[in-house]
């Protein structure tokens, strides 16, 4: 089995820019109910994640923030606590479960760190749910 077995590809993957403003990333959070969404350069490189825990973080930082100043802060040049690290699109199955376990969701990307989609660790499980209930 390969790791693009459990893509969900770009296309159906809800992701950001990294020249979005903080108050786009907030009113696209808020509208998919997700806490952390991948962020891709115009080019489509995986830049890395954003989680609700970094916005909260900056909120709590800049005590004086007004809906104005939300809407001049660049997304990338906000502090990224957590590394929801890329898996290659050639990876083994092995890497991929080991980054599933620590992250919710495993970017893929090609040779070229473009982003291809992600795998999340309900596609996994779902697929572990089926062959085991071939034996049960």
Do not use: W
């Not at 954003?50 to 997304?75: H, P």
């Not at 898996?87 to 919710?104: C, H, P």
């Amino acid at each position: 089995m390969n790791v693009l077995f459990f893509l969900t590809p770009k296309s159906e993957v809800t992701y950001i820019y990294e020249d979005y403003k903080l108050s786009q990333v907030m009113d696209i959070m808020e509208k998919t109910g997700y806490t952390a969404i991948p962020m891709i350069d115009r080019r489509g490189h995986y830049v890395g994640s954003v989680t609700e825990g970094d916005i909260l973080r900056v909120i709590r930082e800049k005590r004086e923030l007004s809906l104005e100043c939300v809407g001049e802060i660049v997304v990338a040049n906000i502090h990224r606590k957590a590394q929801i690290k890329p898996v290659s699109a050639t990876a083994d199955m092995v890497d991929m479960i080991k980054r599933a376990l620590e992250q919710n969701y495993v970017p893929v990307v090609d040779d070229d760190n473009i982003f291809s989609g992600i795998i999340t660790r309900k596609d996994i499980i779902q697929v572990c749910y089926a062959k085991a209930k071939q034996y049960l």
